[in-house]
């Protein structure tokens, strides 16, 4: 292969090694967002995930334990949003925000406690690939989509499960009446708060395995504040979405390709300062938002709560 | 046909913060027959129904049904019980077809798949059976009012109610809906339902109810068979002893004398168009003049473009082409600030969210709008000391109860809330008024308060554009009635040629569409 | 006496808080008393703790002022962080190049351009969302992260100073520095200039139209417009206020306490602005008292971490269930309504 053809394969295989963070992320943002809940808190719960999902994945010598430990983080997270929004009718942003400081300081916080100050950080063993028999083996694509670790072929599936679920089901007709009309949808005898406690905690767990993948997948090892903001990133990415699982893959395939691109070409060496190279995925979400925000089809409820006695007049 | 009594309520008690909405009410549904529950803004109909319906839970008392008692917890368990409501404001998804409307929240054949054709094919029966004509993928946002209300009453029918309530239903539909609807009701009633129909309107419960139940104040008032009622009876019943009927806007037969010689116009408007960010065209070529002291009323289904003539008067948008003239100044692209300050009032037709700021204090909420002139403001400072004094005297004189200009706003109750906005409204000395929807939501006495101060505006020169979907409210006080249709003024009656069906075609734009 | 019966709630619970993380500090094996007593003693104990805590309270009252004077129109800003960076780097950039100039000049000039700077980076989260709908809080995150790169491109840049260990640069102009109220322990005037800020912000938003619009906008947006009042600007200008309090703050870190830029000069003072803001219940008067209370958490959690070995985020956790518990306050007065 050329020499063009080798960095384009190696370019698109990294490219859907990462895009899992903000895939799973996305939806669970997404899950949430269908209900009307906006959760605003994606990074401290990622912070979080990645914390717990090392610690545990650390002590417990498990990695997959280490994952669903952060899960049940992430869920728990996503239980405390959905209580003081949905239960005690809370501003969804404050509380949202409450959670981020809550579980950034918790992120750098469980480290010191569990393994002191240590001067080389423990590390543990990272995802191995897993190649699809026959698939793999096709040129090109082969390396690209079927030779990757189990989580990014979790990411293509749950996305693809998430929009039949959403759009062909009964149950996803009725979940997303909650976020555009939830007065509508509970005079119907759906339970408005019970779907939205539900989404919160699925999409928080979702969430936390995201946070959870960058030890796992990365660099085996956690680093305070390591999410360098995708979990920021990842809120554009569902408004750019139009909140649809499928255009989220899409979106998060195209992220996660100029988070690659700017490493890529620091270490391919660059005229350009690598500092601004690192700007690329931040000012790449900036412009996407320009195109996208006002454009996107938003739940219509999203980041409202709702009250069945309050009176309108 | 021999009736029996299938529903009653009995000593039903509910307080909404500190206001008690229903005080010991009783209530009683027989078989086969369409109940009118009629009453004023705020007199409890709503809040009684919406505790039937599962909506509210009432305080206290009691729920029998065919002679068993029942808790009704929530709109589960009233559609379980066979009772269904349709409310004043359409609780769809717009963005669903009406076929997905209907059957959201009822099991379906294949829930894990998207076939319907089982759900289809039996809604199709029904609308033959009660004579209703829709095309079930069509989606909510795509359909006029009819239509909508009409998807309503489907989806109580595909639960197979057995009593169906309905809030206010006449409130969006022109006269010919109004006969249609009613002649869809009679057939539900011989197809053997029981309905309950909540009105403010006099005419309609004489003209479809078998029997009447008057409420006031969350109190039980009267209640009698439509043989046995007049119009003065239930004017009583409705407003009480409190208000002078002779000397009412409302029920007092004194018109008003407003001539049509010539006068200075207030307010043109040449050719104006908007085109929306949408790229749709809201506001058509319109043409129209307002002279001093006059009341012009613009009739239309909600929805046709009122709300942006208003906003283009006000100069919250600015016309798309066309010019937009006060007395002879040209204001098409004045800001609304400076339209304030020229002496234009607007009372916006959602109060509450575009009114009213429940986080500021009262003394906010009655200088907004005016905050900038003086004596509220000067240089750039605002003048507490005088803003104090002037809110304490429209507290008094509009009878606002509060604690103070300091009050929060969101401490004040809806009732409390309307009185802040029409104070606002009528202490300033105007020389334009745009009144969108102006009483809706006020109980009777409020309602003929308002007309009382437009009147008198009117009396010192002041010109009203008063846009209203209340057909009876412009017949009564307007000196010439326009009708709007899709953006479009398709029509300008004066005093003599009011006729509430030729109106009603007009609003339904019959001669606009080619049949 | 409605005066004590209105703060109350507030401290109940702060108290709360503090009983809620001190069973938290005894789980994890500390002794809660004596962590506490460090916590809250420190600032009080000596000149130099005290000096240090009025240090803290400058920044801190600041960047909590960025976020509660856009709050009051309604909108988030969580990018002071990036808003005191910004005006950092502005500030050492003036201090460095024009070190000449005579003291009476570049003082006011550094001052400047740090205010200036930190507005234009807060007017860029203002105007996206002003020309594109965009909200601020994924724009103000999104170029806080910019800042930290443009920060570490200046620190290691043609200004670097090779003699020290982190990313910083040299030293601006001895004429740059600000003048000092206490030679030692050093205190400069910029907790005077900070207090200027805070009673001009407050006389701003509550005596003035201006200020009046800014305030019914973030009661009621849509009810503001059709009044009259230009939200968008509204919006817009309490952005830019914020984000120029938030560089003042940078300059003042600079020219006052640090004389050069330092990579990680801003501390953990946005996230307590943060922080301080929510406790303050957006109230723009509560900021400098409830700043001056958290600067005092602060100065004891360094203490608290060398002398007791408690990880000195415990701190944060305090302050996360003070935040909490007041809000949590707020819905039990609104239930008893």
Known sequence: ?313 | MEQTTILQMHEVNKTFDKVKALDNVEFELKSNEILGLLGGNGAGKTTLMNVLYGLYKMDSGSIILNGKPISIPSPKDAIAHGIGMVHQHFLQINNYTVLDNIILGTSVSHPWTADRKKEKTEIEKLCKRFGLEINLDAYIESLPMGTRQKVEILKALYRGVNILILDEPTTNLIPQEVDALFETLKIMVKEGLSIVFITHKLREVLHICDRISVLREGKNVVSLTRKDASDEMLVRAMVGEGMDLKKSVIFSDSGRKFDTTKREKVLTLENVSLVNSDKITVLNDISLEIEAGEIFGVAGVAGNGQRDLAEVVMGIQTATSGSVKFMNEDITHQTTKENIARGFVYIPEDRLSDGFLHKASVAYNLILGYHNLPPYSKNGIVNWKNVNTASKDMIKKFTIKTTGPDDAGGNLSGGNIQRVMIARAFSQSSKLMVAHNPTRGLDIPSMDFVYKNIYEHAETGMATLLLSEDLDELLLISDRIAVMYRGKIVGILPKEKFDKYEIGRLMSGYDQESK | MTQIKKSLPYVIAILGAFIAAGIFIAAIQFNPFEAYKTLITTSFRTPNGFIQTLMKWVPLTLTALAFTVPLSSGKFNIGAEGQFLAGAIGATSVGILLADLPAALLIPLVIIAGIVTGALWGLISAWLLYQFNINEILSTVLLNFISFQLVDYVATGPWRDPSAGAPTTIAIGQNGYLPMLIKNPPLSIGVILMILVAVGIYFYTNKTTSGYELVATGANPRAAKVHGIDTRKMFLLSMVIGAAAAGLAGALEVSGVQHRLIEGIHSNFATLGLIIGLISRGKNQAVPFVAFFIAVLEVGASAMQRTMMIPSQVVLIVEALIVIFILLSDLIKRRQK
């Open chain 1, 1 to 313: 292969m050329t020499g063009i053809a080798t960095f384009l394969v190696e370019f698109l295989k990294l490219t859907f090694l990462s895009m899992v963070p903000f895939v799973l992320a996305g939806q669970g943002t997404m899950l949430g967002g269908r209900t009307g809940v906006f959760n605003v808190a994606q990074e401290g719960i990622m912070l979080t995930g990645a914390s717990v999902g090392f610690l545990v994945g650390y002590t417990s010598g498990s990695v997959f334990v280490g994952a669903v430990a952060a899960m049940l983080v992430g869920g728990l997270f996503g239980l405390i949003l959905s209580y003081f929004t949905t239960t005690l009718k809370m501003d969804q942003f404050v509380v949202g925000l409450a959670l981020f400081f809550v579980g950034t300081g918790l992120s750098t916080l469980l480290p010191k406690l569990v393994l002191g100050i240590t001067l080389t950080p423990p590390l543990i063993p990272t995802l191995k690939n897993i190649p699809i028999p026959l698939l793999s083996e096709i040129p090109v694509l082969g390396p690209i989509l079927f030779n990757q670790n189990i989580l990014v072929y979790v990411s293509v599936l749950l996305s693809i499960l998430l929009w039949y679920l959403l759009f062909k089901t009964n149950l996803g007709l009725r979940l997303r009446s909650v976020g555009e009309n939830p007065k509508a949808a509970d005079s119907l005898g759906i339970s408005v708060n019970r779907y939205r406690y539900l989404t919160s905690i699925i999409g928080g767990m979702l969430i936390g395995l995201a946070g959870a993948y960058l030890p796992m997948v990365y660099t085996g090892t956690f680093t305070e504040l390591m999410t360098k903001g995708r979990g920021w990133i990842v809120i554009a990415l569902t408004f750019f979405g139009g909140w649809s699982p499928l255009v989220i893959l899409l979106g998060s395939i195209f992220f996660a390709g100029i988070e690659v691109l700017s490493y890529r070409m620091q270490v391919g060496g660059s005229v350009i300062p690598f500092q601004f190279l690192n700007m690329l995925p931040y000012i790449g979400t900036i412009i996407i938002m320009i195109f996208t925000f006002g454009k996107s089809r938003v739940p219509a409820f999203l980041g409202q709560n709702y009250d069945r006695e309050r009176r309108t007049l």
